[in-house]
């Protein structure tokens, strides 16, 4: 799987988006980007993840450049209960209805602030 | 609410014992990894099950073990328990039944917390 860097932390005004880069440079054709976020000790909770096109849902956007080098999850309107170690994986996605273990990275310690 | 659930939620115990923790994947999912979170560590995969047969291997200790059983529970057992196992352990499942969505997203249990005094 690709390695991710991320950085180790940010702060974002409550109400303000949050933006938080991941840098990917070597993902391979077939290699998804996930986000994970982990609010203080709960189990790590999915975010959002893709391929090659944006994608949004209900909790963010993720932008992934064009030559699928970063990406950046985008949390619209940040609150306190955003703050979180959220967590840039990338790997390969299923095949043959098995699926791979994730591998985690140190995260960005994202802060809300009020 | 990922629909998986772990118990026990707190667990202490000491040195040299033996203690199981449990699983309960999503409805319909057949995959379970489990993970260990120690301080100095962070997450790291330790191992999965697929319908009951261990499908890959992490950085497992040989006094682990796990296995899941025919209606899709897994059982993580850790034995001779050391301090430096105590940790957060997360249980996470993927992967639903033929006739729904298959999908590769990995959803986590609230986890257990051990404590080895």
């Known amino acids: 799987d690709a390695k991710t860097t991320q950085p180790t932390s940010m702060d974002c005004a409550e109400g303000r988006a949050a933006n938080l880069p991941c840098n990917h440079s070597?993902?391979?054709?077939?290699?998804?980007v996930y986000w994970y976020r982990q609010i203080h000790s709960q189990g790590p909770q999915y975010i959002i993840h893709?391929?090659?096109n944006n994608e949004t849902n209900e909790m963010a956007s993720l932008i992934i450049t064009e030559d699928r080098k970063s990406s950046t999850l985008i949390l619209p309107h940040a609150t306190l209960r955003d703050t979180a170690v959220y967590y840039c994986?990338?790997?390969?996605?299923?095949?043959?209805?098995?699926?791979?273990?994730?591998?985690f990275g140190s995260g960005t310690q994202l802060t809300v602030l009020p | 609410d990922s629909g998986v659930t772990q118990t026990p939620k707190h667990l202490i115990t000491a040195t040299g014992q033996r203690v199981t923790l449990r699983c309960s994947p999503r409805?319909?999912?057949?995959?379970v990894y489990w993970y260990q979170q120690s301080l100095d560590q962070g997450l790291q995969f330790l191992i999965q099950?697929?319908?009951?047969?261990?499908?890959a291997k992490g950085n497992i200790l040989e006094r682990f073990s796990a296995q899941q059983f025919p209606d899709l529970h897994s059982e993580l057992n850790l034995s001779s328990l050391e301090l430096g196992d105590s940790a957060l352990y997360f249980c996470?499942?993927?992967?639903?039944?033929?006739?729904?969505?298959?999908?590769?997203?990995?959803?986590f249990g609230p986890g257990t917390r051990l404590t080895v005094l």
């Open positions: 994986i990338v790997r390969v996605g299923i095949s043959s209805g098995s699926a791979r273990q994730l591998t």
């Open positions: 409805s319909g999912d057949l995959s």
């Open positions: 996470a499942s993927s992967a639903r039944l033929a006739g729904g969505p298959v999908t590769d997203t990995q959803y």
């Open positions: 099950y697929y319908n009951g047969e261990e499908r």
């Open positions: 893709g391929l090659k």
């Open positions: 070597t993902i391979s054709g077939n290699e998804y």
